[in-house]
């Protein structure tokens, strides 16, 4: 199940371009084009690095290879929800902070 359709194209795919650029043809949408310039490669390369590992491994199964991307984006997302928490709560206070927390976990 997709949860925002656009994720692939601007990261997943983009991953998986800069992993398997020379085994596979992978469609990138036109904004990825160097003639426009609107995106750098700085995130995709993050979640990349899994599967490179793996890669050379030998070890780049679908499964393996998808679910290191997500996980390296949970990572992320693991440090925003921390440092949210710790500025909340240097704004506002403890309670504030886990009510904002709270809040931003189920929306």
Same mark, same amino acid.
């Given at each position: 199940?997709?949860?925002?359709?656009?994720?692939?194209?601007?990261? $997943?795919?983009?991953?998986?371009?800069? #992993? !398997?650029?020379?085994? +596979?043809?992978? @469609?990138?949408?036109?904004?990825? !084009?160097? *003639?426009? &310039?609107?995106?750098?490669? =700085?995130?995709?390369?993050?979640?990349?690095?899994?599967?490179? #590992? $793996?890669?050379?491994? !030998?070890?780049?199964?679908?499964? =393996?290879?998808?679910?290191?991307? !997500? $996980?390296?984006?949970? +990572?992320?997302? +693991?440090? &925003?929800?921390?440092? *949210? *928490?710790?500025?909340?709560?240097? $704004?506002?206070?403890?309670?504030?902070?886990?009510?904002? =927390?709270? @809040?931003?976990?189920?929306?």
């Amino acid at each position: 199940m997709m949860i925002h359709p656009d994720e692939n194209w601007q990261s $997943l795919e983009i991953a998986y371009n800069l #992993v !398997y650029h020379k085994d +596979v043809d992978t @469609i990138m949408s036109w904004e990825w !084009y160097k *003639f426009y &310039g609107l995106r750098n490669h =700085l995130y995709p390369f993050w979640l990349s690095i899994p599967a490179r #590992v $793996l890669k050379l491994c !030998y070890l780049d199964t679908n499964m =393996l290879v998808v679910n290191s991307m !997500y $996980l390296m984006h949970c +990572v992320l997302w +693991v440090f &925003g929800d921390v440092y *949210f *928490f710790k500025f909340a709560n240097l $704004l506002a206070g403890k309670q504030c902070a886990l009510i904002t =927390l709270c @809040i931003s976990l189920t929306s």
